[in-house]
């Protein structure tokens, strides 16, 4: 890795998975997972195990040497050089701590020799003793790449009590351990002994052996993959070959059903022209007996008007005939229009509905040559084609929304310890004023902010008083605008009234209902209650408004490593960042669905931390490890995404929660990048 990419990734490189803090003391496991020395401890101290760790990550448990205490642990040196790398790189923001005096100052110099930071004033005194007249000493604000460099490769020193100071220079047969020459002369004494260096490039050629033989296995493998990958071809082609075969099926039917449909049409319109032609003809004939009747009409009251005695009796004959006529022909003119209707084919119906709908499909699996035919070398499944399925991972919730884009609107913090900057947020919440309230993790604090990124005030210091924090992780406002806070370290809950007063707590550490093992987000349902992520009991737990314990779900099998739970209606929704998902349970705890798995592409998560449902009812997903906020509809469905690796406007480094301000915007806890960012929809 270049010293560009290396710089770029620096806070990934040096943060703790456990506390999620920079490292203090890393510690390195045989799996080679690192941690903070006191995470381990505190892992150590929940097992009850003495001697025994298991690893956070990988799950693997480890003996400890010696005296059992995780101190035993090697250090990871790489750990330790890359974190004076990030003190060297933020020198300009964050005060570097003197080796001698321990003062905080950004005029700071680096020895190369002492691998320590010296601040001006002991610097001196550094330089006036005879041993350290050829080490190479820098100001921190003068540091280039090969500087840089020069820190990352400096040697490893003795872990044992007096020896810190002492160079791995030889390397022990009999313990398999690096030694330096005091140790040698007396714990390693009488053993077998060889240059460190020696033993490095012995072990460099075991495992060059070693890597060959695994490139071998990698390169049948791939020629497997590329087996595999011509099958798939195969199978697509055949998928495309029955689809066509099914498709000309259906296009057959169709043909025939719409011939079918076309013959009723002509019967139906040939009898409709007869009754329109059958029509058309009386209607002529009716026309011609209203003209009669009006020429009638028209002769008698012309014969009324001159009022001639002898012509209108004489008429009178005449109009009674005429009368007569208009009677008998109105009895003629009742024309019978046909009625038309159409029954349906109950028997073609009955056919299309019946189990095979339009025919099957069936999947024949054949098991490999390699392996014996039995009775059931062949597995056969049939498929009743056209049968409705269930929605998207058979969840209960259904929803139609628009596709939304997202943009940033507002970005405050950085990072440093002086009121209203930030070092490691964590959780954030809003309450009904708009107030935004954030977690700052490894400041111990609670910090609130208005809307437009005001400081407003904060609480808190480090320590396992009321009150105070020990890497504070979830929080949440219930309804009388109290601030909740899981106080991960300290494995409890605290309430505070909305200016910080301390009010009460609850949970210890332990495993019993009524306990707490590092709990992470929390939130608070329509009832008040309080649902906690137990993350080190790998459970749900839910505690009254009053701190009393109502109830639990999860455990091994069912949640991996819980970090967060919310209330949706009538189910929980929770992200499982051990395994790379997003699961939901009904209020009876009975597992519902899940979506997601490992990866980076859209619904696939790396590490998903909190949840939120936003004011469209859309579930936002913190997916911490692939730098973006994902957006689902509660069903599982992906509906869109925003947000990518890096430190500009509208991108992430590790995002780790998010609420909403009641305008809708989206409010985005920024972990690594030590900010808050605001976003509205586009």
């Not at 001697?51 to 995780?70: D, M, V």
Request: net charge positive; with cysteine.
């Amino acid at each position: 890795m270049d010293i560009k990419t290396l710089l770029d990734n620096l806070h990934d490189e040096v943060s703790c998975s456990v506390c999620m803090c920079t490292f203090t003391d890393p510690k390195q496991l045989p799996c080679l997972h690192s941690f903070c020395l006191h995470c381990l401890n505190g892992i150590q101290r929940t097992s009850g195990v003495h001697g025994k760790i298991t690893c956070p990550e990988c799950r693997r448990q480890f003996q400890i040497s010696g005296s059992g205490n995780p101190s035993e642990l090697p250090t990871n040196f790489r750990i330790n050089s890359l974190l004076d790398v990030l003190a060297i790189k933020e020198c300009s923001t964050v005060n570097v701590k003197c080796r001698n005096c321990e003062k905080r100052s950004a005029q700071t110099l680096y020895c190369f020799q002492c691998c320590s930071f010296w601040c001006e004033e002991c610097i001196v005194g550094h330089n006036i003793i005879r041993e350290n007249k050829d080490h190479r000493t820098l100001a921190l604000k003068y540091f280039q790449d090969q500087d840089i460099k020069a820190v990352l490769e400096r040697p490893a020193f003795c872990q044992k009590k007096h020896h810190e100071n002492k160079e791995l220079e030889l390397f022990c047969k009999d313990c398999k351990v690096a030694i330096c020459s005091a140790c040698a002369m007396t714990l390693h004494e009488g053993h077998g002994k060889m240059l460190l260096q020696e033993a490095t490039d012995a072990r460099k050629t075991q495992i060059k052996s070693t890597i060959k033989s695994l490139k071998d296995k990698a390169l049948e493998k791939r020629k497997k993959v590329e087996k595999m990958n011509q099958k798939s071809i195969e199978l697509q082609s055949k998928v495309a070959d029955v689809k066509s075969q099914v498709q000309s099926f259906v296009d057959q039917i169709i043909a025939i059903i719409e011939a079918s449909k076309q013959d009723v049409f002509d019967v139906i319109d040939n009898q409709a022209k007869k009754s329109l032609e059958s029509l058309s003809h009386k209607k002529d004939e009716v026309d011609k007996q209203v003209k009669l009747i009006e020429s009638s009409i028209e002769q008698t009251e012309t014969l009324l008007k001159r009022n001639f005695s002898t012509e209108i009796l004489g008429f009178s004959e005449t109009f009674d005939t005429i009368l007569r006529e208009q009677s008998t022909q109105e009895n003629r003119d009742t024309e019978c229009i046909p009625q038309f209707s159409f029954t349906k084919s109950e028997k073609l119906i009955n056919l299309l509905n019946m189990s095979e709908g339009i025919g099957n499909v069936e999947f024949v699996f054949n098991e490999p040559k390699e392996q014996k035919l039995g009775t059931e070398s062949k597995e056969s499944n049939k498929v009743v084609a056209g049968n409705k399925g269930a929605n998207v991972c058979d969840s209960p919730f259904k929803a139609q929304v628009k596709t939304r884009r997202f943009r940033s609107v507002l970005s405050f913090g950085q990072k440093g310890e002086s009121v209203g900057m930030f070092n490691n947020l964590r959780g954030v919440a809003v309450n009904d004023q708009d107030e935004i309230a954030v977690a700052d993790c490894c400041n111990h604090r609670v910090s609130v902010f208005s809307s437009d990124g005001t400081h407003l005030r904060s609480f808190g210091r480090g320590g396992n008083n009321n009150g105070a924090f020990w890497y504070p992780s979830g929080i949440a406002f219930d309804s009388h605008g109290n601030i909740v806070v899981a106080d991960c370290s300290n494995h409890r809950v605290q309430v505070f009234d909305r200016n910080g007063n301390f009010l009460s707590k609850f949970g210890e550490q332990g495993s019993r209902d009524n306990q707490l093992k590092f709990p992470d987000g929390l939130s608070i349902n329509g009832k008040g209650d309080i649902i906690v992520a137990d993350w080190g009991n790998k459970l749900i737990k839910i505690f009254s408004s009053s701190g009393e314990y109502l109830r639990k779900f999860g455990g091994e099998g069912s949640l991996v490593s819980p970090f967060h739970c919310i209330q949706h209606g009538q189910y929980f929704i929770v992200s499982d960042g051990g395994d790379h998902s997003i699961k939901m349970f009904d209020l009876g705890a009975k597992f519902i669905s899940k979506f997601g798995e490992k990866g980076n592409k859209d619904g696939e998560f790396n590490k998903p931390r909190y949840l939120s449902v936003n004011k469209e009812g859309l579930l936002m997903v913190c997916d911490a490890r692939n730098h973006r906020v994902q957006v689902f509809e509660l069903c599982g469905k992906f509906v869109t995404k925003f947000g990518s690796k890096g430190s500009e406007r509208g991108e992430f480094n590790f995002p780790r929660s998010t609420a909403n301000l009641s305008d809708g915007r989206i409010v985005v806890c920024d972990k690594d990048n030590n900010r808050i960012q605001v976003f509205d929809k586009i």
